[in-house]
């Protein structure tokens, strides 16, 4: 029977992971966040309208919602290729 103990310097000399989102990854989610927050307010009007059956209104709010979602997609992905084809 092999020792456990033997193998956890292996598994334990990567790098320390410090739970700590690195700066890429902060700028990566500051340029998504016009999409994310989009998305949240389509989910609040859809949320809105779960247990009721929705009005003329509620349904404007939500077209608008996933128009806002479509447009902040579109732009980020015009910006991602952007630096491709320049």
């Keep these: 029977m092999k020792s456990i103990a033997a193998l ?12 700590e989102p690195s700066n890429a990854e902060l700028d990566a ?4 966040m016009p999409a994310i927050l989009a998305g949240i307010a389509l989910l609040d009007a859809e949320i809105m309208t779960i247990d009721r059956t929705p009005t003329e209104l509620d349904e404007r709010r939500i077209r608008r919602a996933r128009r806002r ?16 084809v320049a």
């Design 8 to 19: 956890q310097a292996a598994v334990t000399a990567a790098a320390p992971f410090d739970g």
């Design 69 to 84: 979602v479509l447009a902040a997609r579109r732009d980020l992905a015009n910006t991602a290729t952007a630096g491709e």
């Design 29 to 32: 989610i500051e340029t998504e």
